[in-house]
């Protein structure tokens, strides 16, 4: 198999990591091998965070290169625009289309660009929810992350059994329920 790259990207605290370890647990339960890399800026203070997933048959460095990514997810409309260099040609992104100021917009030192997701969209293929507001209305707004995977899982090569699995494997115990229901919620929307 083909190496495949995905990038996760978001603010601090928007749940990157955990939605890596279950990409990561799945592509495992897969066969392939699988690289992580985590690059942390200020995460604790709402800085950028993003992850690298590369799998395949044989994956010798966990770094995802510009032009190489099958597939963005973006936690936030400003990460999506600052890494869609990554993706390559014929690259998807999927979108939590909602907005966090980053620290020089809160400020007042810059603007948040307007229209970002009418630019994506100028160049590639963007599924887009704002899962925030979907997330609230299952009743615990922190499990956004898990339908925009679901959203993402859509156009990924895993069965939806899989991914269930593994979510119940990697999540806190209490909250197994609730963040399936996320996901499944998620991967309908990308129907």
Request: glycine residues 10%; contains cysteine.
């Amino acid at each position: 198999m083909e190496t495949k790259n995905i990038m996760i990207v978001g603010v601090g605290g928007q749940g990157t990591l955990l939605t890596s370890r279950i990409l990561g647990n799945l592509i495992r339960k897969y066969g392939y091998d699988v690289k992580l890399s985590e690059v942390h800026g200020m995460a604790q203070r709402g800085g950028s965070v993003v992850t690298f997933v590369r799998y395949g048959d044989k994956v010798y460095e966990p770094i995802v290169e510009e032009g190489m990514a099958d597939v963005l997810i973006a936690f936030e409309r400003l990460e999506a625009i600052r890494y869609q260099d990554f993706l390559k040609d014929d690259g998807v992104i999927v979108l939590n289309d909602v907005r966090i100021d980053p620290m020089p917009v809160v400020i007042g030192a810059c603007e948040y660009p307007k229209d970002i997701v009418d630019e994506l969209k100028k160049g590639h293929t963007v599924y887009s929810v704002n899962a925030n507001e979907e997330a609230i209305k299952l009743g615990n707004s922190r499990v956004f992350n898990l339908i925009i995977l679901g959203l993402a899982a859509k156009h990924l090569d895993f069965k939806v059994e899989d991914w269930l699995s593994v979510i119940e494997e990697t999540v806190p115990p209490k909250t197994i329920e609730l963040n399936k229901k996320a996901f499944l919620l998620g991967y309908e929307k990308g129907e």
